[in-house]
Each structure stands twice: as structure tokens, then as C-alpha cells.
Nanobody, 127 residues
């Protein structure tokens, strides 16, 4: 089970660190999954933002967020983090994490490449 947290209301220019915990996973199981982050803004399609491979050695950022986002994983906590800086009103969305065991060395950020999804956490950027 994937559980997102860390969303909330933040002012423009602020930062947030979202967490995706793989609840019920052992440390070994956590290491078998590449993790990806997506978001869906009101009235828009879900879009992929970033992903991190099983080992953490391969990381990908979509051009829409590159330079403002950092993804990382903590094996001891079975958690993947997504830090977003310089938040803008257009970053307002529900943020989801997703997992897949299919990718040995890399990761992907398209919907059909995922096997398990969290329920999302809402981020609202407003003054």
C-alpha cells in the first residue's frame, strides 16, 4: 500500500516535501520497486513529474518541474520523498505516487507503466 503525505496549503514561492510511504513493505520489498510521482490539477489530465529507480541511481525529472523538484528514497523508512521548491499557483493539484517492479535499472513517468498507486495528497498554492 502506498500512502502519500505532506500536502497542504502553501504560499507562492514556498516549499513542500511530499512523502510516499510503502506501508507493509519490508526493506527488501521496497528495494524491488521503482517509484514515480504524478499530479493531477483540476480539470486536467494526470501528468508524470519524476521517478527514481530501485537502486536510486537513476532519476528522471520532467521538463515542467526540472530545477524545482528533488526526488529521493530512504530505504530505512521505506519512503520516497518529493521536494518541490518555488511553488506556483499552477502547481496546485493532487499529487500521487506510484510503484512498479518492472524496471531493473531505470524508471518511467507514464501511467500505464505503474502497478500500484496511492490515493494522493492535495497541494494548494495560494496567497
Amino acid at each position: 500500500q502506498l500512502v502519500e503525505s505532506g500536502g497542504g496549503l502553501v504560499q507562492p514561492g514556498g516549499s513542500l516535501r511530499l512523502a510516499c510511504q510503502l506501508s507493509g513493505f519490508t526493506g527488501e520489498t521496497f528495494a524491488e520497486y521503482a517509484i514515480s510521482w504524478f499530479r493531477q490539477a483540476p480539470g486536467k489530465e494526470r501528468e508524470g513529474l519524476s521517478c527514481i529507480s530501485k537502486s536510486g541511481q537513476y532519476i528522471y525529472y520532467d521538463e515542467s518541474v526540472k530545477g524545482r523538484v528533488t526526488i529521493s528514497r530512504d530505504g530505512a523508512e521505506n519512503t520516497v520523498y518529493l521536494e518541490i521548491n518555488n511553488l506556483k499557483p499552477e502547481d496546485t493539484a493532487v499529487y500521487y505516487c506510484a510503484a512498479s517492479p518492472r524496471y531493473s535499472l531505470n524508471c518511467v513517468i507514464y501511467d500505464y507503466g505503474m502497478d500500484d498507486w496511492g490515493k494522493g495528497t492535495l497541494v494548494t498554492v495560494s496567497s
